[in-house]
């Protein structure tokens, strides 16, 4: 049975998947299972994987959706085979610290109270890194009216969480924020986590593209800030924060960056 089970879904990231599992690959910490799941990719994504599982067939699982279903589902494909005391996600497009699993892992077993831990991530594209995004120390939940409280990317967690509240919850309303969504449902289940502030994750984004949200991810978002209120009892004032993604959304684009600014810091903070 292995320590930590890394499920990772994979959508048309032929192009940096290999960089993504060498970052796995080159962990300290060794005693991992990976478990790909393509969610119907169109380039060589697919044959990459499988290229990776004839190297490492003993840690390494592949599985396949023939169309696309989203990351939802796919998640959930990959948690049906984790066998690993916990589960660590991990995107194709992707790089980690060599030493992120070991300190997740050390973390998670000396706080048997602790059931979810993060870490910060920085952002980078082909300039280099541009952005560090943090969150809070130990997340309370009324962190969760302000959004997602943890990195999903970044996170290692105990299976008996995602066993307890059934996965992630397979939903169009809930495509793009299902980590919100996840850390949610655990929340109310009476787990609770952690994020150590060393940025141990790297992710892959251009320094626009969340301008460039879909709006109805926004709405989603909105949705997803009810179900906290109600599924954490929070006070009803906290209906209001399920209106900023929507505002956010309708901001012009000069003033969007203004609010956007204080949760991406510019490469000189770092």
């Known amino acids: 049975m292995p ?6 879904g994979l959508y048309n990231c032929a192009e940096t998947l290999n960089e993504a599992l060498d970052s796995i ?4 910490e060794s005693d991992w299972e990976l478990i790909l799941c393509d969610d119907g990719s169109k380039d060589d994504t697919y044959t990459l994987a499988k290229e990776y599982q004839s190297k490492d067939p003993s840690r390494i699982i592949v599985l396949q959706n023939i169309k696309n279903r989203g990351l939802n ?8 085979f984790a066998k690993g005391k916990y589960v ?4 194709g497009d992707d790089r980690c610290s ?5 300190k997740e892992v050390e973390f998670l077993e000396n706080h048997p109270d ?3 831990v993060s870490t910060d991530m920085t952002f980078f594209d082909e300039s280099g890194t541009w952005g560090l995004i943090q969150h809070p120390d130990t997340p309370t939940k009324k962190d969760f009216l302000y959004g997602s409280p943890f990195c999903h990317a970044p996170c290692m967690v105990r299976r008996e969480a995602f066993e307890k509240v059934g996965g992630y919850t397979e939903s169009p309303k809930l495509l793009r924020v299902e980590d919100y969504h996840l850390w949610i449902k655990m929340y109310a289940a009476g787990f609770k986590g952690v994020n150590i502030h060393e940025p141990l994750y790297e992710m892959r984004d251009d320094r626009n593209a969340y301008s460039r949200r879909k709006f109805k991810y ?3 978002e909105a949705y997803v800030k009810i179900l906290a209120v109600k599924l954490l009892r929070l006070p009803v004032y906290g209906y209001l924060f399920a209106l900023r993604p929507i505002i956010v959304g309708l901001l012009p684009r000069k003033l969007y960056d203004t609010v956007h600014k204080k949760r991406l810091h510019d490469r000189k903070n770092l």
Not at 73 to 80: A, F, P, V
């Open 98 to 102: 060599k030493a992120r699993f070991a």
């Open 73 to 80: 589902h796919t998640l959930n494909k990959c948690l049906k």
């Open 3 to 8: 320590k930590i089970s890394v499920i990772m």
């Open 25 to 28: 690959v080159g962990q300290t």
């Open 218 to 220: 926004r709405i989603n």
């Open 114 to 116: 602790i059931d979810i």
């Open 88 to 91: 660590a996600r991990m995107d």
